[in-house]
């Protein structure tokens, strides 16, 4: 099967490559040449007049450096023989510019060929990594990697995800539950099969009193921003609810103190109108619905605050972006079982220890949270995300008895 030549704009590889990348051998999991490229390619990036505008490609580049590279080597090196699978299609989302470059990372990092197909939206980011990654592949001693890596674009399309697919022992879709509906009208290879990143939402738990009590709000604030802001909260880690454990005398102190110190990182950031219209379409229709849900406060359309009165498993759709929050208080952690579901991802904390957090999920047993991170630590990417152990279920076990 071949595929339209005229529809696949590569930027990165060419279409020969892919012709031949059901031939191409796999390499063992973090592969001495791979993670040569990989820390050519940081020092590349970070040698970029362009990358100051650009902080996520920044944080792209350092987690590429080699010592980085090596520290999260270290838990596969006693595993034994680990093989990549072959080939990984990637379908990168539309929310998140540089998740492209990360997806493609571990597939290379896991002994795979890859080919990544980013979004039609003309992200600079996109463009400039794959132009770093073009560079570094004109080394002489990265050759070997040249057949084995493609970056595409190109329009939906049903034949081109079909051919794409035919070639793939694994597939990786990121974007949500309706990409993933469509990409799997492609069949795949009996043997191969999908690891899907379907839509997932995550919240922030902030103890009260630890607010109250902390030297930096700035610092926390910002942190708070990145995790929130930088994405306009579209990806799926970004945290859309906001729950507070405390009295209710120190949630009310604390809650003003904190949303004070967030506004004050609001001064550079833009909202369009229409993000502003969604905002009061979403409060007016759920709060129509007589479902507990009523404005707290509002400003400069940068900021709503939107109380609840109960936590429940639909909260999710009462979610928006760029800048709404739902927020809830409470004395008892255990009422959180009310909303967290399957869909939840992320939690975000502030204001506990790992220990206590460890023994209230021990307790909880939440059908969802699959990471709990630091508040600021929601985007940055791991080798363990949605659950899976992304080495691992991008490679395979070679059994020598």
Known sequence: M???????????????????????????????????????????????????????????????????????????????LRLGRGVIFHIAPSNVPVNF????????????????????????????????????????????????????????????????????????IWGGDATISEVRRATLSAKAYDICFADRYSFALFRAEAVINHKDLPGLARSFYNDTYIFDQNACSAPSLVVWLGDVEKVEIAKQIFWTAVNAQLMDYGIDAVAAIDKLSTLCI??????????????????????????????????CASGYFLEYSTQDLMELTLAVNRKYQTMAYFGFTKDELKAFIREARFLGIDRVVPVGQTTDFNLTWDGYDLINAFSRSCTVL
């Open 286 to 319: 759920h709060a129509n619905e007589e479902t507990g849900i009523y404005l707290r406060s509002r400003i400069d359309n940068k900021l709503w605050r939107v109380t609840l009165d109960r936590l429940r498993t639909d909260l999710p759709e009462h979610r």
């Open 101 to 172: 470059a990360f997806s493609l990372l571990v597939g290379m990092l896991s002994g795979n060929a890859n080919v990544v197909r980013v979004s039609s939206k003309n992200f600079f980011q996109v463009n400039l990594i794959c132009q770093a990654i073009q560079d570094v592949l004109e080394h002489d001693e990265f050759c070997v990697l040249r057949n084995r890596l493609s970056v595409v674009r190109y329009p939906r399309d049903l034949n081109i995800n079909q051919y794409l697919s035919s070639l793939a022992d694994v597939r990786v």
């Open 2 to 80: 071949s595929a339209p030549n005229n529809q696949i704009d590569f930027l990165v590889g060419e279409h020969t490559s892919l012709s031949c990348f059901s031939q191409v051998q796999p390499l063992e999991i973090f592969a001495p040449v791979v993670l040569s490229f990989l820390s050519h390619l940081s020092a590349r990036l970070l040698s970029d007049c362009n990358i100051k505008q650009y902080p996520d490609v920044a944080t792209f580049a350092f987690f590429c450096r080699k010592s980085h590279l090596l520290s999260i080597q270290k838990p596969y090196i006693d595993v034994g």
